[in-house]
């Protein structure tokens, strides 16, 4: 297995992901709320396909919204996870980048949210657009977010954890040694799994410092995202927006971390 696909699974099946999956709730930011404003502007149907669906965050925003709605992931516990907390609704165990047990034309809106997109390869991710292509129908819409290539965060040499001070000395020595023992791990992959990143004129395998660098992403700029689309079928982008919900600026800074991209197949003729 790929280096990038075993370190980016481990993580997803890891208890302190699970953990963080199974509390977040709402919209990301306003550029995810925009995005799916966007995509269910321009299309009619309701029919909903949610890829990486993690603990199910974007099926409390979707149910409302769909006629039809199918949530997927490649990570058996958060599958479970999820079905957990919608029982309601359905969810199967599924790569996005072999879509082939669904009906071709058979979803209106498909998302593939908070950046899961790049937890593939340069080859799994052409094989993510061709999939999501031939089971969108004619006018239907793909929404996803991406990583910027240019974001200058890959370069921090910390993780992201903090420690939350607390006036109770127990939890405070229990938090205080999470925190150590989550930092000591961080370091270590970061300077373990530095070597994997790649940087090509196609594209870059960056190392991103979540889950305390445990996840090395694809990341991309808007001009190639384009191409790539392009080439899979779909027409120019309908949105590019960043984080605030706002249309990029036509050459993104150091300070765009990731950017979101709403993309249609074109009408039948
Ligand atoms: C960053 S998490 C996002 C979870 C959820 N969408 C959210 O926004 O809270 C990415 C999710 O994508 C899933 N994922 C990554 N690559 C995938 C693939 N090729 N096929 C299906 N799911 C995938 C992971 O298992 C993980 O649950």
Redesign the pocket.
Known sequence: MHAMERI?RKT?SDPFAIRD?QN?GGY?NEGEAAALQAAFAVTAGRRVLD?????G??SALLRDCSETYLG????PE?IRLARRKHPDLRFEL????DLSSLPAAGFDVVLF????ID??NAE?RLA?MASVARVLAPGGVFVFSTFHRGWDGFSRRIGYRRLVWTRDPVRLVLRAGAYATRSATGLWRKFRNARLEERDAEHAIMLHGAHDFGILVYATTPAQAEAQLHAAGFEAPTALLDLDGRPLAATAGPELEYFYVVVRKPEAR
């Open positions: 980016n997803w999956y977040g990301l890829i990486g669906v993690g603990g965050r974007t997927i992931d490649y990570t958060m599924m790569d996005a980048r949210s908070y950046n899961g937890s593939v799994g993510v």
